[in-house]
């Protein structure tokens, strides 16, 4: 029997799950004709990358007004990231009626906060760090990039003080949003969290393949 593969292709990387194994490409280098021979093939993209999806196994996802009872706050519903809607359905699944808070650490960094009720009251949309670095161009990144404190070249210092903008804003964001719900659990993804890690001021569950887990979710939904 052939197997359902769900495939989330970012702006950076491409993901695939095929039954329990996980794959990743750079996504300027994938292809379909990477991907193994499928009874159907669940889609979740994000990127700028042109690909033929016209192939009757293939199903584009994107996202909804609602998921069993989680509500998307969006007043466009479609124009909510896939990538967004797909992480706050895994977490839904996985929080079990709680308050949660879903942070995507990619190209552009995301958090979205979601009730107990399951509505998604909204989210804020960050820039990564290489698109904060690109607003000037004639500033070099220093070749140490662990580098913290204070900076003592222009390199160093723009280095240092680019990447501390991620964690700093994350940071005031989480603890703004446990002003209101102080028992959300945090559910972070994202190819960008391993650099900001150690620099994280609250707790949360790391989820490596959290958008993949969401599709999966829906295309059981859907069967």
């Not at 993209?45 to 989680?70: D, G, R, T």
């Not at 680019?162 to 446990?178: A, D, G, H, Q, V």
Request: hydrophobic share 40%; net charge neutral; with cysteine.
């Amino acid at each position: 029997m052939q197997k359902h593969i769900f495939l989330d292709i970012g702006n950076t990387n491409t993901k695939w799950k095929v039954q329990d194994e996980y794959f990743v490409l750079p996504t300027e280098n994938f292809e379909f004709d990477k991907l193994l021979d499928s009874s159907k093939i669940w889609v979740s993209n994000v990127s700028e990358k042109i690909f033929n999806f016209k192939k009757p196994y293939v199903c584009i996802v994107e996202s909804q007004k609602k998921y069993k009872s989680l509500i998307n706050a969006y007043r466009k519903p479609k124009s909510l990231g896939s990538d967004r809607w797909l992480g706050m359905i895994a977490a839904y699944e996985k929080s079990k009626d709680n308050n949660f808070i879903v942070i995507d650490v990619g190209s552009a960094i995301t958090i979205d906060l979601v009730n107990k009720s399951g509505m998604h009251l909204g989210g804020v949309i960050i820039p990564g760090l290489e698109k904060i670095r690109q607003t000037f161009n004639n500033f070099l990144i220093s070749s140490d990039e662990s580098i913290i404190g204070l900076g003592k070249s222009t390199e160093e210092a723009w280095t240092i003080g680019t990447f501390s903008m991620i964690p700093s804003t994350i940071n005031l964001k989480i603890k703004e949003l446990r002003v209101a719900m102080p028992d959300a659990i945090i559910y972070i993804t994202g190819g960008g969290y391993s650099k900001i890690r150690e620099f994280l001021e609250f707790d949360h569950n790391h989820s490596k393949n959290l958008v993949l887990d969401g599709l999966e979710f829906y295309a059981d939904s859907m069967r």
